[in-house]
């Protein structure tokens, strides 16, 4: 999708909804992306199976994120030089951290950049709310924030809570990605996976409002209608941004986005549901994903 400049209803916002976005304050210190031309954000990042296509894409041959991720990355080796890639993954499902703070570990050991956020997750404000899971992995395959028709309607054969941190989504990307001062150079890009079990209800508008998605690049988006409490309610938030996607053209966000005047967007909304390699389990028969990381040093 080429970039396209946001112009008249795009530019429009109600000024009350604008008026509630957090202005990023870092403190002083540099983004946590800074130095890094290439970002990946896993948002919903499960047990890290993305976070390790990002950077071991060999081991997941057929997987969906594969194109997407593989034109992200610049060709040019001049315009590579002295920069590295980095990923940042938000997971709210108590269940999965001791697996992503290992694997957290063993990736910067080896060289690569990966900050995983445990018991975090994406949301509009920063603060605390509950999680609903079951702590088993196929039934946590809907875990949310929001008590969904999945959780609701009592598919899931025992539903416990959790009290999780949560992030503004918005503020983080413009303080910790965007800031960065590689978001200027040639090749610059960020990549963003949003699968949140049907919390995108209200992360995506917000994001939008909050003039944090023209900053994005790629973004693999998954539909959660089956998992709306009320269908009517999630199609007027979220099928914007569907239609966006399925048309590969911003005019579906007309009078949606917010962004800063004359600013280029580079947002491209893409429909991708990656379930391959879903348990991390090697499912090609090659190796043994599971058990051994098998992460190279860089």
């Known amino acids: 999708m080429p970039s396209l400049p946001l112009v008249g209803g795009a530019?429009?916002?109600?000024?009350?909804?604008?008026?509630?976005?957090?202005?990023?304050?870092?403190?002083?210190?540099?983004?946590?992306?800074?130095?890094?031309l290439v970002v990946y954000v896993d948002v919903g990042t499960n047990i890290g199976v993305q976070l390790r296509k990002f950077?071991?894409?060999?081991?997941?041959?057929?997987?969906?994120?594969?194109?997407?991720?593989?034109?992200?990355?610049?060709?040019?080796?001049?315009?590579?030089?002295?920069?590295?890639?980095?990923?940042?993954?938000?997971?709210?499902?108590?269940?999965?951290?001791?697996?992503?703070?290992?694997?957290?570990?063993?990736?910067?050991?080896?060289?690569?950049?990966?900050?995983?956020?445990?018991?975090?997750?994406a949301a509009t404000a920063d603060g605390n709310t509950t999680f609903f899971f079951t702590g088993k992995r196929w039934n946590d395959l809907g875990a949310s924030t929001m008590k969904n028709a999945w959780l609701a309607q009592g598919r899931a054969t025992r539903v416990v809570q959790a009290k999780v941190r949560t992030i503004d989504l918005a503020r983080w990307l413009r303080?910790?990605?965007?800031?960065?001062s590689e978001a200027t150079r040639p090749g610059a890009v960020v990549v963003m996976k949003l699968d949140?079990?049907?919390?995108e209800e209200s992360v995506l508008p917000w994001l939008a409002q909050c003039g944090a998605l023209c900053g994005l690049g790629p973004t693999m988006l998954e539909k959660h209608?089956?998992?709306?409490?009320?269908?009517?309610?999630?199609?007027?938030?979220v099928g914007p941004f569907i239609r966006a996607?399925?048309?590969?053209?911003?005019?579906?966000?007309?009078?949606?986005?917010?962004?800063?005047?004359?600013?280029?967007?580079?947002?491209?909304?893409?429909l991708v549901d990656d379930e391959f390699y879903l348990l991390d389990n090697g499912a090609t028969g090659k190796i043994n994903l599971d058990r051994a990381f098998g992460i190279s040093r860089i």
């Open 11 to 36: 530019l429009a916002l109600a000024a009350a909804a604008a008026a509630q976005c957090v202005e990023p304050v870092r403190g002083g210190r540099p983004p946590l992306a800074e130095g890094c």
């Open 55 to 121: 950077f071991q894409p060999e081991h997941y041959p057929g997987s969906k994120v594969m194109p997407v991720f593989a034109r992200s990355f610049p060709t040019d080796e001049n315009v590579r030089r002295g920069s590295r890639p980095c990923a940042f993954g938000f997971e709210a499902n108590p269940t999965h951290t001791a697996r992503l703070r290992q694997l957290e570990a063993a990736y910067n050991a080896a060289g690569h950049r990966l900050s995983i956020a445990t018991e975090t997750a």
């Open 175 to 180: 303080a910790e990605v965007f800031a960065r």
């Open 196 to 199: 949140i079990e049907g919390s």
């Open 225 to 237: 209608t089956r998992l709306a409490i009320d269908n009517a309610t999630y199609e007027r938030a």
């Open 245 to 270: 996607a399925s048309t590969r053209s911003l005019q579906a966000l007309a009078g949606v986005m917010r962004a800063a005047p004359g600013e280029r967007c580079t947002f491209e909304p893409l």
